[in-house]
């Protein structure tokens, strides 16, 4: 097992997120930890964009009876923002993910990062594909708007704190 990886920055938390998110999930952490550092790379230097993967993630999200967050097959799932309206969303950028009744009750408009570890109790690691695919999209568009990509951060929950 290598050293562990420390990002330290805004995007650096965005790339290694998502190349954890986008390197199958079933194989495990702990053997894949070499394709999720190569895929963190290449999304750094450019050589891979997150839009790249945008259809797959989309693809997935359409399932809309089942929960994006437990995974419940459910008739009565409905849409749930994955990153709170007040934060002041780009137009157009996709933020809507179906979930079942008992998860878009918790859920809300409340952070999904936050809600997921603070209120559920969940490890950090285990937030679902689709939501985080979409909150990590959105903390890219908006860092970079606000010429925050480079600032400091120190982990998955400080992604939107330097959006003012
Ligand atoms: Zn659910």
Redesign the pocket.
């Known amino acids: 097992m290598p050293a562990p990886f420390v990002p330290r920055k805004v995007e650096d938390i965005i790339y290694y997120y998502y190349a954890k998110l986008v390197i199958a999930p079933s194989a495990g952490f702990q053997k894949n930890y070499g394709f999720i550092i190569d895929m963190y790379k290449r999304l750094k230097s450019g050589e891979i964009r997150m839009s790249d993967y945008d259809r797959e993630i989309l693809r997935i999200g359409e399932k809309n009876d089942e929960?994006?967050?437990?995974?419940?097959k459910?008739s009565n799932c409905q849409p749930v923002h994955v990153v709170p309206r007040s934060i002041g969303i780009p137009p157009g950028m996709h933020n809507l993910v179906m979930?079942?009744?008992?998860?878009?009750t918790s859920k809300q408009e409340k952070d999904l990062i936050h809600w997921w570890c603070n209120e559920l109790k969940k490890p950090r690691d285990e937030v679902p594909r689709i939501p985080l695919g979409l909150y990590l999209k959105i903390a890219y568009e908006m860092n970079k708007i606000n010429f925050s990509l480079k600032k400091e951060c120190n982990n998955l929950g400080e992604i939107f704190t330097h959006i003012s």
Do not use: K
């Open positions: 929960c994006a967050f437990c995974g419940t459910s979930a079942c009744e008992t998860c878009a």
